[in-house]
């Protein structure tokens, strides 16, 4: 069983500052990683994702992720944050297996979410 | 990428009653996903809902609870039966979509906000 864990469930940083969103995940296979962020009143939009290669993988609107097999993390980063990021974002791990018009996602196992607010 | 769209965006319903949720999609997608996500807590999977087949079901969800349809590659609708307010939640539903390459990516809904009294 595959299973998620964001580290910090708030994290307040002023404009402009860098932050790193923590993600730590379990599982017996071979993952697929994802970070989602949520706007207040608003469905899930993806940030980035890692399927396989580089393990520095770079998003939407400046962030990135490293993936680190060895310490099964995926922290998520921005080196300078707006007042717009203000949102939850979510940690997320998925089975991967091929279909007939190539490989599809499985489910998603969500971590419990990290509330960041950028201050002025 | 995949529009999606979710009515009702939000209800307030007496115990005991059922809501349909309903999702639309403005292309035809094979894999449809309904997901919870309880006050402050995460999204937890609820069940698989392919074309043409029985939905599947996670671990503490049941049909009768939790009746899916899916009549085609567009639409589904997620009934939530006899509520109680531990049924309070937001209600997402999610699509795969071909993405880049050869791979899929998985698109969400607004959501719907339910809330039981």
């Known amino acids: 069983a595959q299973s998620v864990t964001q580290l910090d469930s708030q994290v307040p940083v002023f404009e402009e500052a860098p932050v790193e969103l923590r993600c730590n995940y379990s599982s017996s296979v071979s993952v697929y990683l994802f970070w989602y962020v949520q706007y207040p009143n608003q469905g899930l939009q993806l940030l980035l994702k890692y399927l396989s290669g580089s393990t520095l993988v770079k998003g939407i609107n400046g962030f990135e992720a490293e993936f680190n097999k060895s310490q099964t993390s995926f922290h998520l980063r921005k080196p300078s944050v707006h007042i717009s990021d203000t949102a939850e974002y979510f940690c997320?791990?998925?089975?991967?297996?091929?279909?007939?018009?190539?490989?599809?996602?499985?489910?998603?196992?969500f971590g419990q979410g990290t509330i960041l607010t950028v201050h002025p | 990428s995949a529009v999606i769209s979710q009515k009702p965006s939000r209800d307030i319903c007496q115990r005991g009653t059922s809501l349909t949720i309903q999702c639309q999609v403005d292309?035809?997608?094979?894999?449809m996903f309904w997901y919870r996500q309880q006050p402050g807590q995460s999204l937890t999977l609820i069940a698989t809902a392919n074309q043409g087949s029985e939905a599947t079901y996670e671990s503490g969800f049941v049909i009768d609870k939790f009746p899916i349809s899916r009549p085609n590659l567009t639409f589904s609708t997620l009934t939530v039966s006899n509520m109680s307010p531990e049924d309070s939640s937001i209600y997402l539903c999610?699509?795969?979509?071909?993405?880049?390459?050869?791979?899929?990516?998985?698109?969400f809904g607004p959501g719907t906000r339910l809330t039981v009294t």
């Open positions: 997320a791990v998925s089975d991967m297996f091929p279909n007939a018009g190539g490989t599809s996602y499985g489910k998603l196992t």
């Open positions: 999610s699509v795969e979509w071909r993405g880049t390459g050869t791979s899929y990516e998985q698109y």
């Open positions: 292309s035809q997608v094979t894999m």
